[in-house]
């Protein structure tokens, strides 16, 4: 954390020091972000400031990778093209993006279903390849649910869960009782919530905030049948993906529960006005569970 103020100003005095040829791009904040601030800068790039992320850890992955991973991926991402290094001006990381356009999911819906569930099951079967064994293995993401069992009940005990908890529990639990990703570690996103993808004409256009990114069970992000896509668009999702064994599908349904979870408490912290609460995201997230509940 950093007490300096990320302003348009500070992220103008930025560029000149380190790429002045960018400095004259008009400059505009993007609402949300938590660990990163985000500003559009001209129509094409954008400067992702590092604010909240106390390592520079999770940019420097995405510097590393997303070039590399980008051109593979039918879905538009962010790619890096500057790097911004900490100075006597700000002390952080930033770094210069593509921009991908649209609208992030969590201020948006998706009304052509069909498409997009072929587009996300596309996008995570370019992405759902091995890794290299230089590849990051995350500590919060990609890794066997036995190992997220304390974050499960942190949010199932937080989040009033209205006469549906034993069934709640029921899916997590199955899930765990599952047996393990038997494969390679595989290429996986490992965040896939409403507010890090981007939509377009109704359909997911692009896919944003890499910072989860590494190698491990891509159950993590077969869990956005539920979180992203519509009701009963999760039958043609799994479908079109092709890959997923039904263990892979209860590792999946689990994590759903899981994600939607953290969703809700995000709105409940928000509607009581705590910091980095996000009051919208908690029907987002009660949405999602309930999908997970009615099955495919």
């Known amino acids: 954390m950093t007490d300096t103020e990320i302003t348009a100003d500070l992220v103008r ?21 938590w660990g990163n601030q985000m500003w559009r800068l001209g129509d094409e790039l954008a400067v992702r400031v590092q604010r909240m992320d106390p390592t520079p850890e999770l940019q420097l992955k995405e510097r590393r990778w997303l070039p590399e991973l980008a051109p593979l991926l039918p879905l538009a991402v962010p790619t890096p093209v500057r790097c911004g290094e900490p100075s006597e001006r700000y002390p952080k990381h930033w770094t210069v993006m593509t921009w991908v356009p649209g609208e992030p999911l969590d201020h948006s819906s998706i009304s052509r279903s069909t498409h997009a ?26 890794t066997p649910l036995k190992a997220c069992a304390d974050g499960f009940d942190r949010f199932f005990d937080a989040v009033v869960l209205d006469g549906i908890a034993d069934e709640v529990r029921a899916v997590w639990d199955d899930a765990v009782a599952a047996p393990e990703w038997q494969g390679p570690p595989v290429w996986v996103h490992g965040d896939l919530h409403p ?22 069970d891509p159950a993590w992000d077969l869990a956005a ?56 995201w908690g029907p987002a997230g009660r949405a999602a569970l309930e999908r997970v509940l009615n099955g495919m």
């Not at 005095?13 to 972000?33: F, K, S, T, W």
């Not at 072929?118 to 990609?142: K, N, T, W």
């Not at 507010?195 to 491990?216: E, K, W, Y």
Request: aromatic residues 6%; hydrophobic residues 50%; contains cysteine.
């Open 13 to 33: 005095e930025l560029l000149r020091e380190q790429h002045p040829d960018l400095a004259g791009l008009a400059i505009r904040e993007v609402p949300g972000g």
């Open 117 to 142: 569930a072929d587009a996300l099951a596309g996008f995570l079967r370019a992405l759902h390849v091995e890794a290299p064994a230089e590849a990051p293995i995350g500590s919060d993401f990609g």
């Open 195 to 216: 507010a890090n993808v981007v939509v377009a004409d109704g359909t997911l256009a692009g896919i944003i905030d890499f910072g989860a990114l590494c190698a491990g």
């Open 225 to 280: 049948a539920w979180v992203l896509l519509p009701a009963g668009a999760a039958s043609r999702f799994f479908d079109t993906y092709a890959r997923a064994d039904q263990a892979a599908i209860r590792r999946a349904r689990g994590l759903a529960v899981m994600k939607s979870l953290f969703l809700m408490l995000m709105g409940q912290n928000g509607d009581r006005g705590l910091p980095g609460g996000k009051p919208h």
